[in-house]
């Protein structure tokens, strides 16, 4: 059985920073084999689509909301993929939860990511 466990969620000051990991376990679950997406739901709203990366690390995607403060990367020997968030702004309080797709390329639809972690809160406070 697959499992996405996701961590470094929490309270943060608007302007503050964190970095969300996302550690992958299973067995022959290799996340070299996937690309990675972290999704975020804000209370209210649809789970989105916010990075993505390729399994090799060539390719990333961000929305546009995103641009420019977070960054999303992986340690495929460690089955690991991050998110480094900077600049928080109030508006990027939900919570984020990280998934994998074996689609072959960076998907923004749900339906692609076959794996998904538990979810991870942030909170932005001013």
């Known amino acids: 059985q697959v499992q996405l466990v996701e961590s470094g969620g929490g309270l943060v000051q608007a302007g503050g920073s964190l970095r969300l990991s996302c550690v992958a376990s299973g067995r022959a679950f290799s996340m070299s084999n996937y690309e990675m997406g972290w999704f975020r739901q804000a209370p209210g709203k649809d789970r989105e689509l916010i990075a993505g990366i390729s399994r090799n690390s060539g390719t990333t995607y961000y929305a546009d909301s995103v641009k420019g403060r977070f960054t999303i990367s992986r340690d495929n020997a460690k089955n690991t993929a991050y998110l480094e968030m900077n600049t928080l702004k109030l508006e990027d309080t939900a919570v984020y939860y990280c998934?994998?797709?074996?689609?072959?390329?960076?998907?923004?639809?749900?339906?692609?990511?076959?794996?998904w972690g538990q979810g991870t809160q942030v909170t932005v406070s001013s």
């Open positions: 998934a994998a797709s074996g689609l072959g390329f960076i998907a923004a639809a749900e339906r692609w990511y076959q794996y």
